[in-house]
């Protein structure tokens, strides 16, 4: 199954309404609410994995996560056995690159990730962060432009930002593009 930038945004907002209670109780704690996303044992990202039947690794070349499928790995030992590897995840592509920013605006914030996916070579760049829902389109059509700025104008990110309203999270999805941004239906 192809994976498109519809299909994580709508997996993604799945996930989080099965467990938004949880998501709630730590959203004021950055340590723990990461946790939930990228570091628990049934963390958001692996159950996005399951989902879309993909693999996931963290923490791999400075990502967060990357998916990927099995015969993305860097076989242990070749046919003609010039090398063996030394255990842990090589991969010869990534599927999707993905990063959670806590903190999305300011001087350490998910411009940086931007600029992070957009070196990277995959089919998929995932941004997650959070800020109001008032603030959303100026914080999407800043980090449009750093992809307008390029010079590859086949480049895109699915921004996902959510947002506390009322003791909901509130989710959008956003495809930015070189010329444009699009808001995604959930």
Not at 109 to 115: P, T
Not at 157 to 163: E, M, Q
Not at 174 to 181: C, I, K, M
């Amino acid at each position: 199954m192809e994976v498109t930038y519809q299909k994580f945004f709508e997996t993604w907002c799945l996930i989080c309404k099965k467990i938004e209670k949880n998501l709630l109780e730590k959203w004021d704690s950055r340590d723990s609410f990461t946790k939930i996303i990228l570091k628990d044992e049934n963390c958001i990202t692996k159950q996005i994995a399951k989902k879309l039947g993909l693999e996931v690794f963290h923490e791999y070349y400075s990502h967060d996560a990357v998916f990927y499928t099995k015969s993305d790995i860097v076989k242990e030992y070749p046919p003609n056995n010039t090398w063996r590897t030394t255990g842990g995840c090589f991969l010869t592509h990534i599927k999707i690159a993905f990063e959670h920013e806590n903190i999305i605006t300011g001087k350490a914030g998910g411009y940086q990730e931007i600029c992070h996916l957009l070196t990277t070579n995959s089919n998929l760049k995932i941004l997650v962060g959070y800020i109001a829902e008032y603030k959303q389109k100026g914080c999407v059509e800043d980090f449009q432009s750093i992809i307008a700025s390029q010079n590859d104008t086949n480049q895109s990110i699915l921004l996902i930002l959510g947002a506390l309203n009322n003791n909901k999270i509130t989710w959008n999805g956003y495809v930015l593009n070189h010329d444009n941004w699009e808001k995604m239906k959930p």
